[in-house]
């Protein structure tokens, strides 16, 4: 590394420089840096010019300070976490405004206290073979169902749910078709079941028909599937591509075989419309419906429906581990599913997050970037080059997450922005991300 190596010598070039050389491997996890006022010296700037290249460098995660010892590049950190999954978000938590998670906003969602306080006394331990949901949870769950499913049951979080299900049909060495841009677990799931992703192509509506019955003749045992508010490119699918998906996949040679599974993550804090495939072919949807962006993500509640000979399957399979999902927190969503008030609040979050998308969108076209409205928290912004973008926001002090897991393969950059939680200064927030989308690779 010498002066040659940073023809920018602002604070963003700068940082550019040690991003790529620790991605180049050049820079090694554990490499130490030089001084704030050696690199200065060096490149005849001042060490303020450095020291704000270091801070945008550290929000990211990529380098950490030691005090005297001086400046390091980081290592892997966390390694309970899946291959992508580590390179979702940074893991400094200084950051003006943290757009890379995906949560929801946690002033947005309905209190649990009040929940709590009315249910606590009607919770008991019950018995280990009671029956895995609530009858009065199954019944407000099978009046908002968007099809009439054989079987529901409930489990510990959309994730949980989708696992379960795809161990039922997925053996090692099998294809799943999934949706790329895709949610970055998936993949990590796939990987670790042994099973070879089909990419999916998705426009503003979903997956692309053509693209389904190209991946059909691969002949996967599952179809995986976000019918709204996809993560990361927040499309909705309308009634009428749920329609074309699936006379593809009733037309196509052994279509019968692969199991439909939907991952209704946004649920009740999406615009649009509940859609299923299993309209079509219930006896091959397994639906599964999240409460985690609108109730609160430590519920850990989903509800997941479809045909009895898979569902009874998983819910077999949970007695041998968790048993079932505690009829505490069952009781603690059936009130906030029936309370007005509860009710009241997550109305409320559905609208305050599309005012939201639609203020930083408006805001991106005023700079010259066309964006989509998307639907529920996420926003999947185009760029030249991902790494400058992610170190040209970090300068800024905002977060956003890398592109690159969310897709299988090669593809055009992209940066994932949690644009639901831009609760103010939408149009300051357009022009740092209308910025850095044009920032130069280094």
């Known amino acids: 590394?010498?002066?040659?190596?940073?023809?920018?010598?602002?604070?963003?070039?700068?940082?550019?420089?040690?991003?790529?050389?620790?991605?180049?491997g050049v820079l090694a996890p554990g490499d130490r840096l030089p001084t704030v006022r050696d690199l200065a010296a060096e490149?005849?700037?001042?060490?303020?010019?450095?020291?704000?290249?270091?801070?945008?460098?550290?929000?990211?995660?990529?380098?950490?300070?030691?005090?005297?010892?001086?400046?390091?590049?980081?290592?892997?950190?966390?390694?309970?976490?899946?291959?992508?999954?580590?390179g979702l978000a940074p893991t400094a938590a200084e950051w003006r405004l943290d757009l890379s998670l995906g949560t929801p906003d946690p002033a947005l969602?309905?209190?649990?206290e009040s929940a709590f306080a009315r249910v606590s006394l009607r919770a008991d331990t019950g018995r280990y073979h009671d029956l895995p949901v609530l009858p009065e949870l199954f019944a407000v769950l099978q009046r908002s169902w968007p099809s009439h499913p054989e079987a529901l049951t409930v489990v510990d979080g959309a994730l949980d749910g989708i696992s379960r299900t795809l161990e039922q049909v997925v053996r090692f060495g099998d294809r799943v078709a999934v949706e790329s841009p895709g949610f970055p677990y998936f993949f990590?799931?796939?990987?670790?079941?042994?099973?070879?992703?089909?990419?999916?192509e998705v426009d503003d509506e979903g997956v692309v028909p053509a693209s389904l019955a190209h991946a059909l003749t691969g002949r996967p045992s599952a179809v995986l599937l976000q019918p709204r508010a996809q993560n990361p490119t927040g499309a909705?699918?309308?009634?009428?591509?749920?329609?074309?998906?699936?006379?593809?996949?009733?037309?196509?040679?052994?279509?019968d075989r692969a199991l439909v599974i939907e991952d209704d993550h946004s649920g009740l804090i999406s615009m649009a419309p509940d859609v299923t495939l299993g309209r079509w072919l219930p006896e091959q949807v397994v639906h599964v419906r999240s409460?985690?962006?609108?109730?609160?993500?430590?519920?850990?509640?989903?509800?997941?429906?479809?045909?009895?000979?898979?569902?009874?399957?998983?819910?077999?399979?949970?007695?041998?581990g968790p048993g079932w999902t505690s009829r505490l927190l069952q009781t603690v969503l059936l009130d906030m599913l029936t309370d007005p008030g509860a009710l009241s609040a997550?109305?409320?979050?559905?609208?305050?997050?599309?005012?939201?998308e639609e203020a930083l969108v408006a805001g991106l076209r005023r700079e010259g970037i066309a964006a989509a409205h998307p639907d529920g928290l996420n926003?999947?912004?185009?760029?030249?080059?991902?790494?400058?973008?992610?170190?040209?926001?970090?300068?800024?002090?905002?977060?956003?997450?890398?592109?690159?897991?969310?897709?299988?393969?090669?593809?055009?950059?992209?940066?994932?922005?949690?644009?639901?939680?831009?609760?103010?200064?939408?149009?300051?927030?357009?022009?740092e991300l209308a910025a850095a989308s044009r920032a130069p690779a280094r």
Do not use: C
Request: hydrophobic share 50%.
């Open 1 to 24: 590394m010498n002066a040659a190596d940073f023809p920018d010598r602002s604070p963003q070039g700068i940082a550019s420089v040690i991003a790529r050389l620790g991605a180049e």
């Open 291 to 320: 409460f985690s962006k609108s109730h609160g993500p430590d519920l850990r509640i989903a509800a997941l429906g479809g045909p009895a000979r898979v569902v009874e399957r998983i819910i077999a399979r949970r007695m041998l």
């Open 188 to 200: 990590d799931l796939l990987d670790a079941l042994g099973a070879e992703p089909l990419p999916l």
């Open 236 to 255: 909705s699918m309308s009634s009428e591509r749920a329609r074309r998906l699936a006379a593809v996949i009733r037309a196509a040679r052994d279509g």
């Open 346 to 356: 997550v109305r409320a979050a559905r609208l305050i997050y599309r005012d939201r």
């Open 379 to 431: 926003l999947w912004l185009p760029v030249v080059d991902e790494r400058a973008a992610i170190v040209h926001l970090a300068a800024s002090g905002i977060a956003v997450a890398a592109g690159s897991p969310f897709v299988v393969g090669e593809a055009a950059p992209h940066v994932r922005v949690t644009s639901g939680l831009v609760a103010a200064d939408a149009s300051d927030v357009a022009r």
């Open 43 to 86: 490149l005849g700037v001042s060490p303020a010019t450095v020291s704000a290249a270091w801070q945008a460098l550290a929000r990211t995660g990529m380098i950490v300070s030691r005090g005297r010892a001086g400046t390091f590049v980081r290592g892997v950190q966390r390694d309970w976490l899946t291959r992508r999954v580590r």
């Open 109 to 112: 969602l309905p209190s649990l």
